[in-house]
Structures are given as structure tokens and as C-alpha cells.
């Protein structure tokens, strides 16, 4: 049976479905090398949320892995100094792969990794870098980060996309058409589906002790409060709609935490919750009818939080600098130039129309988001090695 070392900083619980699945199914042998030795006991400091967080769900069951030591005096998966591993290339000697799967180039180690094994061992890259919040024009300092990327994915042999803005960076970047193979970003969507109904009654209650009115429409979002997500204009585009029966719902906690809440405080119609962790966000995401995603970038490679939401069945609305509008946002919701409030406050305005056609929305969400699978991942990665 081929043999595939994986190597990612640590455990997320948007790559832990995929190593268990790949290790039930038994087609190839996996084992997982976490870098970020720090995080074996399952707690990760957030710099945002400034204290450490704790997944409510298993991380570590189900597949092979090690956690590798990190002698980095400044510990950490924000930098390219915060990850380095000594003995990094050795255990995966030992471990003796057919091909390497690396998320992410960015760290010391990681990039060691590349380059060692080059020529030696498969490497099969991931990562969800767009040209999306690329600066137009021409600058030395552009084209000297693409001489430097170029040189980086020279020591790819296959690199795995998700979409089309994540392709044509990669082909930007000096891979070739057939150095490049498809497998969407997932997230474990069957969690999110409410099978028995239970969710839905545990949002209508929990919207009963917030003070929302059953047939109001809610906008929610759910994540960082931070710049690059831009809840500012969330919270201007929809003060700009005068209909008191709408509501926004800003689920999470970050450095922009007071600036919104003091600009909010004479709009009554706009809700505040704290971090809710994993086990939670099925009933967090049926709170809301529509679910908004206006990042600015730079940096929203994807969204995963819209998969999500749409798993739950729920309307969206995404800025165009998320890497997943074009993939995701079909007849399911409206994409909106980023950075544009008044074009948020009309996609607003559409989608709050009809509550039945927001029904309608959600359950192409639903369908949508069926193609977007850990089993369409592993079968790529199957493929390749």
C-alpha cells in the first residue's frame, strides 16, 4: 500500500475529517506530522481572541500522527520563524513515504521539507492562495515576491486547488496546467445537517431569549472581529435599511470588538454574541436566515464559514474577495463587490423580500454544498499518489 506523510503545523478541525476518512478507507496509509509541537495538549493561543482556544470536538482520533518538537523560541503558525523542527526530516525518513502532502510553505521547516525532498519523494502541495487582493499595477516589490514563489513551487510536483482563483495563482506562480489537480475545500458537512429537526428548535428558542421576533429576518455573522473581515460596513450597509423587522446578529470576539458595539449601540435591531465553540455553531448558524461574509482582505482565501452555513440550509451573501463566491455563491445568494456598502445594502434589501424565497435559497445551499466533500478530497489524493 503507498504511503503519504502529511505535513501541517496542527490539528484544525477542517483537516481532521479528511485524515480519518483516507485512513478508513484504506486505499493508501497516512500518517500526520504536526510541526507545532506547542499544541499536542489541543490548546492554540489566538492572538486575535488574545487567550487560547479549544476545540469541543475530537481532533486526534482515528488516524496515525506525531507531533513533532518545535525548538522555535517564538512558537507559533503566524510566522515564517515559528515553526522549526530539528528532527523534522528524519522522522519523515524513517517513516518512509511514497509522496509528502504539505500545507503550507510558509514556515521554516516546512520549506526545508520541500526542498529536501525534491526529486526524492512525490511533493503534493496544498494551499488556498489567490491573486484576489493582488495590488494592480507593477512594483519591485510584486515582482520580487513572484521570483521568490516561482522559485518556491519549484520544488512541487503537484499542487491541489480549490477553485479557480486559487488555480491561476498557482499558474502565476510558475506550475504547469498538469502539475495542478482539483479537490474542493469541505468541511464535515453531515454535522451541520439537521436530520431530526432539533437544531431548528434550539435556534427558535435561543432567538426567543435574544428578543427576535419569529417573523423577522436575521442577518447573521459569524466569526473574527477583525479588519480584514470588514463587519464595519456589515453594520453600515444595514443601519442604511429602515425596516424594523430585520435583525443583524454578530456572532464572535476580536480587536474590533468595541470599535462595533459602540457603533451599534442606538441601533436596538443588532444582536452581539460571544465565540461559540464547534459543537454549537449548527444551532449558531440557524439563528440567522441569511449568512454574510463581507471580507475586504486581504487574506479571505476561501470562507469556510460559508460552507458551513450553507450546509445549515441558509441564504448567503459574500464579498467577491472571498476565494469561495465564484464556487459557492450560485442561485443560493449574491455576491457584492467588497468594500462596497451600498451595493451590501442592496443585496440586503433583495434578500430581505421574502422569507419563503429565503427558504428556497437555503435548500439549494443545502444541495450545493453536497459536491464540496472530504470524499471528493480524498479521492484526488488517492489519484495522485
Known amino acids: 500500500m503507498k504511503k503519504l506523510a502529511i505535513i501541517t503545523t496542527h490539528p484544525i478541525q477542517y483537516n481532521a475529517p479528511l485524515f480519518r476518512l483516507l485512513t478508513q478507507r484504506n486505499n493508501i496509509s497516512i500518517k500526520v506530522f504536526y510541526t507545532w509541537g ?10 486575535d481572541f488574545k487567550r487560547e482556544i479549544k476545540w469541543d470536538i475530537p481532533l486526534l482520533d482515528g488516524y496515525e500522527h ?12 503566524g510566522h515564517f520563524n515559528g515553526v522549526i523542527n530539528k528532527d523534522l526530516i528524519v522522522r519523515i525518513e524513517q517513516y518512509n513515504p511514497d509522496a ?7 514556515f521554516k521547516s516546512h520549506l526545508k521539507v520541500l526542498r529536501w525532498f525534491k526529486g526524492k519523494k512525490k511533493i503534493i502541495f496544498r494551499g488556498d492562495s489567490t491573486l484576489l487582493d493582488e495590488a494592480n499595477g ?11 514563489l516561482k522559485w518556491v513551487y519549484s520544488f512541487v510536483d503537484i499542487a491541489i486547488y480549490a477553485g479557480e482563483d486559487n488555480k491561476n495563482y498557482f499558474l502565476k506562480h510558475g506550475l504547469k496546467t498538469q502539475q495542478l489537480k482539483y479537490a474542493p475545500l469541505a468541511v ?11 437544531y431548528e428548535q434550539k435556534a427558535t428558542t435561543w432567538k426567543k431569549e435574544l428578543g427576535i421576533p419569529e417573523h423577522c429576518i436575521v442577518f447573521l455573522f459569524a466569526g473574527k472581529l477583525e479588519p480584514k473581515k470588514d463587519p464595519c460596513l456589515m453594520i453600515q450597509s444595514f443601519r442604511a435599511i429602515d425596516n424594523p423587522d430585520l435583525r443583524l446578529l454578530i456572532v464572535g470576539n476580536g480587536v474590533l470588538e468595541a470599535e462595533l458595539k ?29 449568512f454574510v461574509l463581507p471580507s475586504k482582505g486581504p487574506g479571505e482565501t476561501w470562507g469556510l464559514s460559508v ?35 451600498t451595493a451590501l445594502t442592496v ?7 421574502s422569507k419563503e424565497h429565503l427558504k428556497k435559497m437555503g435548500a439549494l445551499s443545502k444541495i450545493n454544498i453536497e459536491q464540496f466533500s472530504f470524499s471528493a478530497i480524498a479521492e484526488t489524493l488517492e489519484r495522485v499518489i
Open 138 to 148: 507593477f512594483s519591485l516589490k510584486k515582482a520580487a515576491r513572484r521570483l521568490f
Open 347 to 353: 443585496a440586503m434589501k433583495e434578500l430581505a423580500a
Open 66 to 77: 506525531e507531533f513533532v518538537e518545535n525548538i522555535s523560541p517564538d512558537p507559533g503558525a
Open 38 to 47: 506547542q499544541t499536542k495538549d489541543g490548546l492554540v493561543y489566538d492572538p
Open 307 to 341: 460552507n458551513e452555513a450553507m450546509a445549515c440550509s441558509r441564504a448567503v451573501i459574500v464579498s467577491d474577495q472571498c476565494g469561495c463566491a465564484k464556487e459557492l455563491v450560485k442561485q443560493n445568494g449574491i455576491i457584492f463587490p467588497a468594500q462596497n456598502g
Open 100 to 106: 509528502i502532502l504539505i500545507y503550507g510553505w510558509s
Open 262 to 290: 459602540k457603533t451599534a449601540l442606538t441601533d436596538k435591531r443588532i444582536l452581539f454574541l460571544d465565540f461559540q465553540n464547534q459543537q454549537q455553531m449548527p444551532v449558531v448558524y440557524r439563528l440567522g436566515d441569511v
Open 188 to 198: 464535515e458537512n453531515k454535522r451541520f445537517y439537521d436530520t431530526d429537526g432539533s
